[in-house]
């Protein structure tokens, strides 16, 4: 009889090892680990606004206009917050995107601006400014491609057999991918160097 029950309750164990059960937890915590990153490497992105503003208001005060705007979008982007639980939500997604397209849109606004001041330019404090900042908007991309590669995995996982068994059983839903929903993202600013432009 206990030689039965282990050679029933054997197969049952090791198909439950095989289904998920343990693989989409882990797919989850990555992706969710991956989305703290973003959320990191905008955080700094959002920290280093406030050292530019400095520094070009020491410099041009006449581009008030262009740094109020880079100011009220990091502002909005700060404001916009996901949790874990959000991940699975399209328009949080989509919102929390949208804030931070619109920081970037002010970013390279501002920056093509000041192209037309060379004495900022030449600036030290400007020249690290945006050492930092492209540094910054590196991160971004890579942890944004981390996250979306383990967001694909975790769904993956969730679609396809055995895992999907593990999937239901935890009552695990898909997550969002992260993608730019501003409709000019993929254009880069126009930088002009002409004494009248």
Do not use: H, K
């Not at 090791?14 to 882990?26: D, F, K, Q, T, Y």
């Not at 520094?55 to 874990?84: C, P, Y």
């Not at 004495?119 to 910054?136: A, H, I, K, W």
């Not at 769904?155 to 992260?178: D, K, Q, V, W």
């Amino acid at each position: 009889m206990r030689v039965l029950r282990i050679g029933i309750l054997l197969p049952a164990l090791l198909a439950l090892a095989a289904c998920g059960i343990n693989s989409v937890p882990r797919a989850e915590e990555t992706a969710q680990a991956r989305w703290a990153d973003v959320e990191a490497a905008y955080q700094r992105r959002a920290d280093l606004i406030p050292n530019l503003e400095a520094t070009v208001r020491g410099f041009a005060d006449q581009e008030s206009e262009v740094l109020t705007q880079v100011t009220e979008a990091r502002s909005q982007a700060t404001r916009v917050n996901l949790d874990a639980g959000d991940l699975t939500d399209p328009a949080a997604m989509e919102q929390f995107a949208e804030a931070q397209g619109e920081l970037s849109g002010a970013l390279s606004r501002l920056l093509v601006t000041f192209e037309a001041y060379p004495e900022l330019r030449s600036s030290e404090l400007f020249l690290n400014f945006q050492s930092q900042l492209e540094g910054t908007e590196n991160r971004i991309n890579i942890a944004i491609r981390d996250y979306n590669e383990a967001v694909r995995d975790y769904n993956t996982r969730l679609r396809t057999f055995p895992e999907a068994i593990g999937g239901t059983l935890r009552g695990s839903e898909e997550m969002e991918l992260y993608e730019a929903v501003s409709e000019d993202a993929e254009i880069a600013p126009e930088v002009d160097f002409s004494q009248d432009g």
